[in-house]
């Protein structure tokens, strides 16, 4: 099992990003997915979830209506459009099947700052 996240950047308060995770080693198509993000110090908290069709999402209060979450089945991939980023959601995002597994990615840095 292995999961690539990308497009963590530096961007300012207010701005956009949108990441990726290139998911391999198991059955994609019938796996809900979750992102995850974690800051230093603190634990690994879910931030979203799909279910395996993409038909089901869920978020955490903090990021209703400002994160989305989808995914491509033909393309093994999840994605977390975020808009409107604030300082707090600064952390590494990682991205993780549900239930989650043992075989965490690199992640990919937000940096929300001006």
């Known amino acids: 099992v292995q999961f690539v996240e990308s497009g963590g950047d530096l961007v300012q308060p207010g701005g956009s990003l949108r990441l990726s995770c290139a998911a391999s080693?198991?059955?994609?198509?019938?796996?809900?997915m979750s992102w995850f993000r974690q800051v230093p110090g603190k634990e690994r908290e879910l931030v979203a979830r799909?279910?395996?069709?993409?038909?089901?999402?869920r978020y955490a209060d903090s990021v209703k209506g400002r994160f989305t979450i989808s995914r491509d089945n033909a393309k093994n991939t999840v994605y977390l459009q975020m808009i409107s980023l604030k300082p707090e959601d600064t952390a590494v995002y990682y991205c993780?099947?549900?239930?989650?597994?043992?075989?965490w990615g690199q992640g990919t840095q937000v940096t929300v700052s001006s």
């Open positions: 080693g198991f059955t994609f198509s019938t796996s809900a």
């Open positions: 799909v279910s395996a069709y993409g038909s089901i999402t």
């Open positions: 993780m099947t549900d239930p989650p597994g043992p075989s």
